[in-house]
């Protein structure tokens, strides 16, 4: 599910108290981690919020940025599921230009994607579709020639696939957690790139 | 009874085992101080910069191992407490500050001293709290303190509305624990990382350890001094890390890194094991990372996971306080004596004699602080501001206590000489308190001659005055073609009157043969000191290894083997 293999999908659990998300978005600025995609609501406990954070990074990164981000006070708790089998879906929406003569051009194309079309104006249409990010990617190619007048993607949510013995996303975290506190090694070089030569 | 926010914090306060607050007040933080004048449990000490209040409790909490406190007022009372609060957060060192804030209904609004210091802090601070509401003050205050003094320690900041200080009064609660299920400070290490760790030393022909701040941090030095003597390993200890160890302690091979001992830094190169106790492998530590112990597996034990694989990547890491794990190392580990390295280490000290201070008919800096060790027994803490007196003061005093340097190590912040060191002394009055300062750094924070002198902080200032900013104009001289630009300060105050100005005694001191005396006449004096000690301009700090390179281009004093004296 992960098509660009610099890119992680962390889960955090955060309590609901003001400014966690700046502390998580100033976290991010200043250790220098890239957040491809962010995606923030409400879980299913009371006074938490489960965030799905994509990073673009390598290793090093990801690995550095969930042990950063466990620190915060107000991160409960942070699983890389990366690597887990995992559901993943974005939704976009998208207003393409429509004229009467392509209209139905459009609409089979939304068709095929299993797209919704939810308004259509008398030069434009609105486009909801749902799915991973590469076929969110394709009809967006698709629609292109038509001329897109806007796009608004919500970014990637993710959950661990359920498994006979009921874990949830946090729990895979949990363990990963727990290894990653324990500081198992990441393969590649000894020691760390970047390393500050300055006054 | 229903108490005010402001008294709720004073008790807060007190339930925390607070005696000391440093600070100054404004508008926004008055009804605390209104509060605060009714409990005399709770000493205030009025400083002259808010900066100051955040070092002296960076100071007083190193100095006691217990949490320093500060208060600030809104805007720029606030602001003028981030210098400290970086730094305490570079060291780990545990403060608590609390800052008014303006009323509820006027933030946002861009009112007189507002400032969104919660905001500003965010990078550094371990946490910080805007409580909005009465009844989250004590809540707040007790898991700031939780916060601050557990895991890796770090400071904590609250922010209050004035109108939550002053306004609804409710019922004092002091709450039983701390709710924080997203915080939980590692304990025990795992068994299997301590059995791993036990077996790379038990292997090991070339064992060092590298003691760090979190020695000192966990109370860790009699396990360390045991883990050391059982297996006869050589310690080195980072800056942060000195006084883990008595300096003269026959396994101390000093500091390492930038403008440590060649032989710590050579010992370093040649072991085919570094065991790091509470270090991070800062770069001024490492050097060029990849020539760091370029024979050696590394244990890596820390409080704090993220530091694990962050400069360095650990062969084995050991996760937990640092105290437990040296408890659980320490049974796992052989009897060992290394006789061939202990003796090579040896070697190294006597081939590389990096303390070795100069015949000179000038007055050396590094004379000072030799003398200062020799006179004091190395029984003071020294305070320092940062720079080449730092190093010096790293390099030439013989330390024989834990926590006895306190210095800016992670930040750097010249100017903390003046303000910590006061805080170190109204934590510990029964110890003498040296402060080591550049005149650049003293020129910082000397307003605060003025606390020292109100309140008779009995501090001993001892400035190495060399007319400049003495380590940039070193790296001038090396590297910038001896472009001394913007480094030499031609118009320096006369420290002595100025010190008589704040009624404070002064004593010049420009002759070799006059060191001793002064220092003598400075502790004999009782109440505040300042000895200018008027040294020679261009002296370098040796050795160095220079920003971004390895030990193999460190550079040792050319004379070192010429006659003189060994220090420390
Ligand atoms: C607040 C601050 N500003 C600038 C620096 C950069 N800096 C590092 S050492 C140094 C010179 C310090 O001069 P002084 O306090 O006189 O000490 P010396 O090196 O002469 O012993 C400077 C400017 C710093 N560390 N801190």
């Known amino acids: 599910m992960n098509q660009h293999s610099d890119q992680h999908t962390i889960i955090a659990l955060v309590q609901d108290r003001p400014g966690v998300l700046t502390r998580l978005a100033s976290l991010f600025r200043r250790r220098g981690f890239n957040i491809a995609s962010l995606a923030v609501g409400a879980s299913e406990q009371k006074g938490l919020s489960r965030l799905t954070f994509v990073v673009t990074g390598d290793q090093y990164t990801v690995e550095q940025a969930t042990r950063q981000l466990d620190k915060l006070v107000d991160v409960v708790k942070v699983s890389n599921i990366t690597s887990e089998d995992v559901v993943a879906r974005e939704l976009a929406l998208i ?12 609409l089979e194309m939304a068709n095929l994607f299993r797209a919704k079309v939810v308004d259509v104006g008398t030069r434009s249409l609105v486009i909801e579709t749902t799915g991973e990010e590469d076929k969110i990617d394709a009809l967006y190619d698709l629609l292109r020639p038509f001329g897109i007048l806007e796009l608004m993607r919500t970014g990637r949510v993710a959950m661990v696939r359920g498994k006979t013995d009921g874990r949830v996303s946090d729990d895979v975290g949990a363990e990963f957690d727990q290894a990653s506190r324990n500081g198992f090694a990441v393969a590649g070089a000894r020691f760390q790139p970047g ?5 | 009874m229903e108490l005010t926010g402001a008294q709720i914090v004073c008790e807060s306060l007190l339930q925390e085992g607070v005696d000391t607050i440093f600070g100054l007040p404004g508008g926004a933080v008055l009804p605390f101080y209104g509060a605060l004048s009714a409990y005399p449990g709770l000493r205030h000490i009025l400083v002259r910069h808010e900066q100051a209040a955040a070092m002296a409790a960076d100071g007083y909490s190193r100095a006691t191992g217990k949490v320093g406190v500060c208060s600030a007022t809104s805007g720029p009372g606030a602001t003028n407490l981030v210098t400290g609060l970086a730094s305490a957060q570079m060291d780990s060192v545990p403060i608590v500050c609390i800052t008014g804030q303006v009323p509820r209904a006027a933030i946002g609004r861009d009112a007189f001293q507002e400032t969104d210091i919660t905001g500003i802090t965010l990078p550094v ?11 989250d003050i004590a809540p707040a205050i007790k898991e700031a303190f939780y916060i601050a003094r557990t895991g890796r320690p770090g400071p904590v900041l609250i922010d209050i509305p004035k109108d939550v200080l002053a306004g609804e009064k409710i019922e004092f609660v002091w709450p039983d624990e701390v709710d924080l299920p997203g915080y939980t400070p590692p304990g025990a290490p795992e068994p299997q990382q301590v059995a791993a760790a036990a077996s790379l030393i038990n292997e090991a022909q070339r064992p060092i350890i590298m003691a760090g701040h979190g020695v000192l941090i966990s109370r860790a030095w009699d396990e360390l001094r045991q883990l050391a003597e059982k297996a006869q390993i050589p310690v080195i200890t980072t800056l942060l890390g000195i006084g883990a160890l008595p300096t003269d302690h026959v396994l101390n091979l000093g500091m390492p890194g930038m403008h440590g001992m060649a032989y710590a830094s050579l010992a370093i190169d040649r072991a085919d094991l570094v065991v790091s106790l509470g270090a991070r492998f800062d770069d001024r530590v490492t050097g060029r990372i990849a020539d760091f112990a370029p024979n050696a597996k590394i244990i890596h034990c820390d409080v704090d996971p993220s530091e694990f694989n962050k400069n360095v990547i650990a062969d084995v890491p050991v996760l937990g306080d640092l105290k437990l794990s040296l408890r659980a190392l320490i049974p796992m580990v052989n009897s060992n004596v290394h006789l061939d390295w202990v003796q090579e280490t040896d070697r190294l000290r006597n081939e590389h004699p990096s303390l070795f201070i100069r015949k000179s008919d000038e007055l050396l800096p590094q004379q000072v602080l030799k003398e200062l060790s020799d006179i004091t027994g190395g029984d003071s803490i020294i305070v320092t501001g940062v720079g080449q007196h730092q190093m010096w003061a790293a390099q030439h005093y013989g330390y024989r206590e834990p926590n006895s340097l306190i210095t800016s190590g992670g930040s750097g912040a010249m100017g903390f000489e003046v303000p910590a060191a006061l805080g170190a002394k109204v934590g510990r009055p029964d110890k003498t308190v040296w402060s080591i300062a550049g005149d650049g750094g003293f020129q910082m924070t000397l307003c605060d001659l003025a606390t020292a002198a109100e309140n008779n902080i009995d501090v001993k200032y001892a400035i190495l005055n060399n007319g400049s900013l003495g380590m940039v104009r070193q790296w001038q001289d090396f590297f910038y073609e001896k472009d001394f630009f913007a480094t030499i300060y031609s118009g320096n105050p006369d420290f002595v009157k100025l010190a008589e100005a704040y009624g404070i005694r002064g004593i010049r001191v420009t002759r070799q043969d006059e060191v001793a005396g002064a220092i003598e006449e400075a502790m004999e004096t009782p109440g505040p000191v300042v000895v200018d000690f008027v040294v020679k301009e261009d ?17 040792e004093e050319p004379n070192s083997q010429g006659v003189g004296v060994e220090s420390a």
Do not use: C, Q, W
Request: hydrophobic share 40%.
């Open chain 1, 95 to 106: 207003k393409v230009r429509a004229t009467p003569s392509n209209r139905s051009e459009i």
């Open chain 2, 125 to 135: 601070t371990k946490h910080n709290y805007l409580v909005m509401d009465v009844r």
């Open chain 2, 539 to 555: 002296e370098f700090v040796f050795p160095m290894i220079p920003a971004g390179e390895s030990v193999n281009e460190m550079l």
């Open chain 1, 195 to 199: 390393h500050y030569e300055g006054v």
